[in-house]
């Protein structure tokens, strides 16, 4: 048996860090990011879709993806986010579900496993998990800490407007991982919310 986490968060938050934390405690893992970059290759589900949508200009010469291109078309305003969104979500969690399903046909014990996605609750991972957990920051160091990563404060605080705010995030949340303090508190923090994942599986079998 298995119990379905969507770990979730908004940007700069460290839900990779917090899904990181999670493996070493032995949760199964898997980053929607990544599963993005895959479906973004030549000749995969995602690679056709945007060509189609966006035409041949967001490509490098070498037929992959332009991140940087893809971003200025979808990020230009709200109608064109919505849009991106509405074509790549489906065919992300699709794979997802793929991912999973052959995680629950795969023999072993009980086990956590743990779907990081930045839109998870927006692509409508309430209905899909059994559990949602949101990695918290306070807005001051979300904010410093997407600046670090190298956005403007523009960009940056133009991002964080466009996702789903932070009160209504949390009120999904089936549990909250503080994550605006120092990498000790994120791992006692995990841990906490491990250990109740835990009682949550051994309560379903």
Do not use: W
Not at 5 to 22: N, V
Not at 134 to 146: G, I, N, S, W
Not at 148 to 172: C, N, V, W
Request: net charge negative; with cysteine; aromatic share 4%.
């Amino acid at each position: 048996m298995i119990l379905r986490t969507g770990l979730t968060g908004g940007i700069a938050s460290g839900k990779s860090t917090i899904a990181r934390l999670f493996a070493t405690l032995g949760c199964i893992t898997a980053d929607a990011d990544q599963i993005v970059a895959r479906l973004y290759q030549p000749g995969e589900a995602g690679h056709e879709a945007l060509v189609r949508s966006y035409g041949s200009g967001i490509l490098l010469a070498d037929g992959t993806i332009d991140r940087r291109k893809l971003a200025d078309v979808a990020f230009a305003s709200d109608e064109s986010a919505k849009a991106l969104n509405a074509l790549i979500h489906p065919i992300v969690v699709a794979e997802e579900g793929r991912l999973i399903a052959a995680e629950e046909q795969r023999e072993g014990g009980d086990r956590i496993v743990i779907v990081e996605a930045t839109l998870l609750i927006e692509a409508g991972g309430k209905d899909r998990y059994d559990r949602i957990v949101v990695v918290d920051v306070d807005p001051e160091t979300q904010l410093a800490r997407a600046i670090a990563r190298g956005m403007t404060p523009e960009d940056a605080a133009r991002r964080i407007a466009r996702q789903m705010s932070r009160e209504e995030r949390l009120r999904y949340a089936d549990y909250v991982i503080d994550n605006s303090g120092d990498p000790k508190a994120a791992e006692a923090e995990t841990r906490r919310v491990f250990e109740a994942l835990q009682r949550d599986l051994a309560a379903r079998r």
